[in-house]
């Protein structure tokens, strides 16, 4: 795996390794021995990738499956923001390797190809009492989609000759990942990243259903806040979601989630 000449710029480093049980898990190791980032760290398979709420991540190869070990920001608040920036980046990624207008955004963490999973980002902070630091996973469905999920799934290579490897699609990634957090300037430039997600973002202004913990809502996308919520225009009035499952779709998927 190589790096764009961006990233490389920045001085971000890359550590490619065999089948691993996750890259995020390899991550946590890497910080707790006194590794810091800004370094990537990808794997050819994974054993037992993660999804958000410790969901299986099922991991056929040929995938992408990376995770980045940042710590470019003072303050554990804003971490969260880190998963909109990564969104954004995936996206800025693929358009400019496929050069298609068919991939958008599901709120909080999903990349969506013509409606269908294509991948998800897992965010994780550690050492948030001494210096923050963020593990940013990222897993995306380039050579084959996971078979038998309750939800639709795409893979790239549905694209055909023009769909790329893991390795092309990482080498822009990584570049697209360090521009993004250039413009997000360690939370500064938050409202930037937030106008960018929101211009690809799945369903705005639609009428969805957010999954939360004991309750399902039925609004109308709103927005996201300046914190990354959801904002759910309900008919009892509007809501602001730090976290849940959004579902799209005929009600019989409701329990569908990603």
Not at 124 to 141: F, K
Not at 142 to 157: C, D, F, I, K, Q
Not at 214 to 231: K, P, Q
Request: glycine share 12%; with cysteine; proline share 4%.
């Amino acid at each position: 795996m190589q790096l764009g000449s961006l990233a490389r710029a920045r001085g971000v480093r890359v550590l490619h390794l065999g089948e691993i049980d996750s890259t995020n898990e390899e991550a946590r190791r890497l910080i707790e021995s006194g590794k810091r980032g800004p370094l990537w760290i990808v794997a050819s398979a994974q054993k037992n990738g993660r999804g958000r709420l410790g969901r299986e991540w099922i991991s056929p190869a040929g995938n992408l499956y990376t995770s980045f070990v940042y710590s470019g920001f003072s303050e554990a608040r804003v971490a969260p923001e880190l998963g909109f920036v990564a969104g954004v980046a995936a996206i800025r990624a693929l358009r400019a390797v496929i050069g298609r207008d068919a991939f958008k955004l599901k709120w909080p963490n999903d990349l969506l190809f013509d409606g269908a999973k294509l991948g998800g980002i897992l965010l994780e902070c550690v050492n948030a009492s001494t210096l923050p630091t963020a593990i940013i996973g990222v897993g995306v469905n380039v050579a084959r989609a996971p078979e038998g999920l309750p939800y639709p799934a795409r893979a790239l290579s549905e694209l055909g000759a023009i769909a790329p490897t893991a390795e092309v699609l990482f080498l822009h990634f990584s570049d697209a990942l360090a521009d993004t957090l250039d413009l997000w300037k360690g939370g500064e430039g938050f409202a930037a990243i937030r106008t960018e997600w929101l211009a690809s973002a799945s369903a705005l202004g639609e009428d969805i259903r957010v999954a939360l913990s004991s309750e399902t809502l039925e609004g109308r996308f709103e927005t996201i806040d300046a914190t990354g919520r959801l904002v759910l225009e309900t008919a009892s009035g509007r809501r602001a979601i730090e976290a849940g499952d959004v579902l799209l779709g005929p009600r019989k998927t409701e329990g569908a989630r990603a």
